[in-house]
C-alpha cells in the first residue's frame, strides 16, 4: 500500500477524482479514501495545512494501514530564483527551518528533537532513500511533462522538475527578504508547511517518504495573489507526477 498526502483540497481533489474501487474510512475527523490508482493500491487523505496535520496523518498511514512508502504532493512557494511557477521540486533533503535556538534575536536552525547543550546531533534534515530517489531520477530522465499555459501560472512550456532541498515550516512565506535569506542560507530551493513532519514521522517508523512539490508561488509580496491564481492547476503538476512515479515507488 502507499500512502498519498495532500495538504488542501486543490492538491486532493486531482488524485481522489481518479480514484477507483474506493474504500472510505474515516479516523480522526480524517478520511481516509482506499483505492487503486492506476493499478496501484493507495490509501489518500487530505491532511490540512502545517506539521502537526501532517504529523498525525503520517502516523496514521505508517501504523494503521501499513504503508511501505508514504508521498506528500501539492504546492510549494520558490526560493530559487532560477526556478519560475509551475516548476516541479522532488526533495531529496527536507529540513524544519523554524526550529532551532533562538540567539541574539536570531533562530539558529536545529535538528527537529533536538537541542545543541541537551542531545546534540550533527544531522540537519531528512534524507530521501537513495535507492528510491535513484529510481524516481531514472524514470523522469525519459519523461516530459506536459506544457503548463501561461494562464495557469506556467512559460507554454514543460515544467523543470529539480531536485533538491526544501524547507518546512509552520508559517505561509509572503517576504521577499526572508526568503532570499533562507535560500541564501540553505541553498534550498522551495519552502512549504508539512514534509518536515512527513519525513520526521516516516523516519521513526523505517518507512521511505517522497516529496514532490509543484511551485505555485514564489514566497514574496506577490506570494498569496499568485497562490490563489494558480494552486489548482499548478496543483495538478505534481498530482500528474505522482500518477508517473508510482510504478517506480
Known sequence: MIGL???????????????????????????????????????????????????IVTTLL??????????????????DPALHIGDVVIADRVIQHDVGRIENEQLLM??????????????????MAPDILARIRAHLDVVTLPSLAAAAGGRDRPPHIAYGTVLTGDQYLHCESTRDRLHRDTAALAIEMEGGAVAQVCEVFGV????????????????????GAFAEGVAAVSAGLVRQLLPVL
Open 5 to 55: 498526502i495532500c495538504a488542501i483540497p486543490e492538491e486532493l481533489a486531482h488524485l481522489r477524482d481518479v480514484l477507483t474501487d474506493v474504500t472510505t474510512v474515516e479516523v480522526a475527523r480524517l478520511r481516509f479514501d482506499e483505492g487503486v490508482l492506476d493499478g496501484h493500491q493507495v490509501v489518500l487523505v487530505g491532511a490540512g495545512m502545517g506539521k502537526v496535520n501532517a504529523g
Open 110 to 127: 536545529y535538528q527537529a528533537g533536538h537541542v545543541a547543550f541537551i542531545n546534540p546531533t550533527d544531522e540537519l534534515g531528512y534524507r
Open 208 to 227: 521511505p517518504w517522497v516529496i514532490i512539490r509543484a511551485l505555485s508561488d514564489l514566497a514574496g509580496r506577490d506570494s498569496a495573489v499568485d497562490f
Open 62 to 79: 505508517a501504523q494503521r494501514f501499513g504503508c511501505r512508502v508514504i508521498v506528500l504532493s501539492g504546492v510549494a512557494g520558490g526560493l
